[in-house]
């Protein structure tokens, strides 16, 4: 994916000594949102060692903003959900996302997060889908998925931020649009 | 006596507290739940809860056929799946009775040692992050990103592989790979002595894990740990020696002992079997026999009726596949025996006595993969 230079959304105009800035504060704060995101170190199983792979050297998600991994829910703003869900870490799940202050977003990794993936047939433990706990607003395909895919998600979600969605637009879109949508989405953003 | 839902209780009539620890703490190596009693900063009991992560995969393996249920293993203990999964083929050829072509012995043997560097690459900068340090961390993944480079151009994947089936490995080497396995022991040699030289003579590192969680060999064998948390304790129990499997036999390697049984013997011995792994990657990698990489088997197996048990050395210690048979295309019963459960069952005992923040400590220098211990 070609990574775009990061434009301030707004324009200087210079005036003698100084300049004055014009810009919408929605945007702003969106743009300033976008580019902080910082994620819940929450991670279950196999999906979470690609989530340090992801923060590790070679991937180095801190070139987007990502780096700063909480361990509380009260200062993160992404819960990555790195992992299979059973029904008895649901509870917590869901506990963890109420405790998380708004703006919150959530990434479901993987293909157990996502649909209960390997684990969907035959088991009575795992819960079929993170979706059936908390909402989810960008699902990453792959058992484990691989690190790009996973910074690949989490610039997806920057974009919907930046575009000013709300949770339900993000949603709806997801569902509607698919791949098309985002696509478009990201020649204009 | 105490309420899971609230996080720190004291208890009645005693200067007591229980504190709970997890399941969502970075601590805990993924969703371990650890109830603490505590006195002060001496911790009284550790009571850990499991299930956060249950997936129920002996139960789904009933379910799936010889060839299939060797997947689900990968996930179990992701840092060494290739050896799980190594376990599960040699248990079903014992059933087959088929004979291993030797070029497929010598890439499995190739492929475990590189999992058990690139597990312990891992553990490594785990702990030391358990301990304080975060450079560790970044260094140990720029080792392991190499070895996972190998392994997707072999393997076609990074983390799950399933490469082993029974009769062999699924693919060829690939071209590349000698080469880049060579490229890798070269590089990783030097290494080696910059992880010593960082972490292992850091004063501050040696004071945080000399002397604390003292585990006795008696201990060891009788709570049933294995693995380098035994071997730290001086008990010989590594099963490429006891019980040689593949080509084990034929190589020159040295079984890692150390008899201090505290946190730092334990970081010795797995630091100590780099170093070993190393050495059989060299004896093998030169001369790789050519041939099959893999037994003509049927295509739907069925293992004769009986009860076939297969133990192998892991990471972590001592990985058991135990398959009962009914003759039919899918087992009717597994029982995965996963080195990380007995291991954690000895923390309670050697957490005994200690200050609460040695704990991660000790923790860490257990390796645990709490996925392999739920299952």
Same mark, same amino acid.
């Given at each position: 994916m070609e990574v775009k230079p990061n434009k301030f959304p707004g324009t200087v105009h210079p005036t003698p000594g100084g300049g004055i800035l014009i810009s919408k504060m929605d945007e702003v704060i969106n743009w300033a949102r976008s580019n902080s995101l910082w994620p819940l170190v !929450?991670? /279950?199983?196999?999906c979470a060692i690609e989530m340090m792979s992801a923060a $590790? =050297? %070679?991937? *180095?998600?801190s070139r987007f903003? !990502?780096?700063? =991994?909480? =361990? /509380?829910?009260?200062? $993160? *703003?992404?819960?990555?959900?790195a992992g299979t869900i059973v029904n008895k870490m649901a509870p917590v799940l869901k506990r963890l996302y109420d405790q998380m202050a708004d703006p919150k977003y959530v990434i479901a990794m993987g293909a157990c997060a996502t649909s209960?993936?390997? !684990?969907?047939?035959? /088991?009575?433990?795992?819960? %079929?889908?993170a979706d059936h706990v908390i909402p989810v607003d960008v699902y990453v395909a792959g058992c484990p998925p691989r690190p790009e895919a996973l910074i690949h998600a989490l610039m997806t979600l920057q974009q919907k931020i930046k575009q000013g969605m709300t949770r339900e637009q993000i949603q709806s879109d997801m569902k509607t649009a698919g791949n098309a949508g985002l696509e478009q989405m990201m020649k204009q953003g | 006596m105490y309420r899971e839902t609230e996080v720190i209780q004291t208890i009645p009539g005693t200067d007591e507290m229980v504190l709970n620890i997890g399941p969502?703490?970075?601590?805990?190596?993924?969703?371990l739940h650890l109830v603490i009693t505590l006195n002060g900063e001496i911790i009284k009991k550790v009571e850990p809860h499991l299930g #956060?992560?249950? &997936?129920?995969i002996e139960k789904m393996c009933e379910s799936l056929s010889y060839r299939q249920f060797? #997947?689900?293993?990968? &996930?179990? @203990?992701y840092l060494s799946s290739h050896i799980n999964n190594h376990a599960c083929a040699l248990c079903v050829e014992q059933g087959l009775e088929v004979e291993i072509p030797r070029r497929a012995q010598y890439i499995r043997v190739i492929m475990d040692e590189l999992t058990r560097i690139a597990s312990h690459c891992l553990w490594w900068g785990a702990m030391a992050m358990d301990v304080g340090a975060l450079t560790p961390f970044f260094l140990a993944f720029r080792e392991r990103e190499m070895i996972n480079d190998i392994m997707e151009e072999t393997?076609?994947?990074?983390?799950?592989?399933? #490469?082993?089936?029974?009769?062999?490995?699924m693919f060829d080497l690939h071209p590349n790979f000698v080469g880049r396995v060579k490229h890798f022991i070269a590089h990783f040699k030097s290494k080696i002595d910059e992880y010593d030289e960082l972490v292992t003579g850091n004063i501050i590192f040696q004071n945080r894990l000399k002397n604390i969680g003292v585990l006795r060999p008696e201990d060891a064998i009788s709570y049933g740990c294995s693995g380098p948390t035994a071997r730290a304790s001086g008990?010989?129990?590594d099963l490429r020696k006891?019980? +040689? #499997?593949?080509?084990y036999p034929e190589l020159q390697f040295e079984e890692v002992l150390d008899n201090g049984g505290d946190s730092f013997a334990r970081y010795l011995v797995r630091l100590t079997e780099l170093r070993q792994s190393m050495h059989i990657l060299e004896q093998l990698i030169d001369d790789i026999p050519e041939g099959d990489f893999q037994a003509k088997t049927k295509a739907v197996l069925k293992l004769p009726k009986g009860e076939y048990y297969q133990p192998i050395e892991t990471a972590r210690g001592e990985f058991g596949v135990y398959i009962v048979s @009914?003759?039919?295309?899918? +087992?009717y019963r597994i029982k995965f025996r996963s080195p990380g459960f007995s291991n954690l069952s000895v923390l309670d005992h050697i957490s005994r006595g200690q200050k609460i923040g040695d704990l991660v400590a000790i923790m860490g220098s257990l390796d645990l993969v709490i996925p392999d211990i739920d299952r």
């Open positions: !929450f991670g /279950t199983s196999c $590790s =050297a %070679k991937y *180095d998600w903003g !990502f780096e700063v =991994a909480r =361990a /509380t829910p009260r200062q $993160s *703003d992404v819960i990555i959900i209960g993936g390997p !684990f969907f047939y035959n /088991t009575y433990s795992v819960v %079929k889908g | 969502q703490h970075p601590a805990t190596h993924g969703v #956060y992560i249950h &997936r129920s060797i #997947y689900s293993t990968s &996930r179990m @203990d393997c076609g994947a990074r983390l799950t592989m399933n #490469y082993m089936v029974p009769g062999g490995v008990v010989s129990c006891h019980m +040689p #499997y593949e080509i @009914d003759g039919s295309t899918t +087992p």
